[in-house]
T-cell receptor, first 113, second 114 residues
Framework: AQSVSQHNHHVILSEAASLELGCNYS??????LFWYVQYPGQHLQLLLK??????LVKGIKGFEAEFIKSKFSFNLRKPSVQWSDTAEYFC???????????FGRGTSLIVHP | ETGVTQSPTHLIKTRGQQVTLRCSSQ?????VSWYQQALGQGPQFIFQ???????GRGNFPPRFSGLQFPNYSSELNVNALELDDSALYLC?????????????FGPGTRLTVT
């Protein structure tokens, strides 16, 4: 069965620090990759997605992610975090052509001002 | 443009009972997916409805069933509730039944089974 691993369950950073959240998946074929964010008290929303093409994907709010096929990874990065980035972050993977996404268990990010 | 709405916000049920959760999709969307999110876990796909037909299902037993109506709103029904069904139930809508869609999530219904 396909699985998605998010290595860091809790991350605490100070403002202006750099962020990298890891995401690895187990499926070897074509994949669609997503990062979602859930701010406190808000709905789950899409940060960025990868379907094909340039493996470096830019999303909203200065986030980016790099798809490294050989490492089955899709890590999320931001060069300088802000207090407002405090949220829960979820990586999700879907086999190409499938309707069924598999989510990781999430990473809770706290940014101290 | 209205977003995805879900009702009720919270619900408490007893083991063995049945529950119906409701979702109104975002304006213009014809596809609805349902997810279960247990505490400390990511959302788990239950099933998807496209134009009133189920067109994808995750690893959930048949006591989890759904409906989609002509206006594309949807219901999730769970029979014979078990304690492990306690979770946040999320609905997401999108346009088109293809796998390249972007989903928009609702706020969820928190179900507690005692």
């Amino acid at each position: 069965a396909q699985s998605v691993s998010q290595h860091n369950h809790h991350v605490i950073l100070s403002e202006a620090a750099s962020l990298e959240l890891g995401c690895n998946y187990s499926y070897g074929g074509t994949v669609n990759l997503f990062w979602y964010v859930q701010y406190p008290g808000q709905h789950l929303q899409l940060l960025l997605k990868y379907f094909s093409g340039d493996p470096l994907v830019k999303g909203i709010k200065g986030f980016e992610a790099e798809f490294i096929k050989s490492k089955f990874s899709f890590n999320l990065r931001k060069p300088s975090v802000q207090w407002s980035d405090t949220a829960e972050y979820f990586c999700a993977v879907r086999r190409g052509g499938s309707y069924i996404p598999t989510f990781g268990r999430g990473t809770s990010l706290i940014v101290h001002p | 443009e209205t977003g995805v709405t879900q009702s009720p916000t919270h619900l408490i049920k007893t083991r063995g009972q049945q529950v119906t959760l409701r979702c109104s999709s975002q304006s213009g969307h014809n596809t609805v997916s349902w997810y279960q999110q247990a505490l400390g876990q990511g959302p788990q796909f239950i099933f998807q409805y496209y134009r009133e037909e189920e067109n994808g299902r995750g690893n959930f037993p048949p006591r989890f069933s759904g409906l989609q109506f002509p206006n594309y709103s949807s219901e999730l029904n769970v029979n014979a509730l078990e304690l492990d069904d306690s979770a946040l139930y999320l609905c997401a809508s999108s346009f088109g039944g293809q796998a390249t869609y972007e989903q928009y999530f609702g706020p969820g219904t928190r179900l507690t089974v005692t």
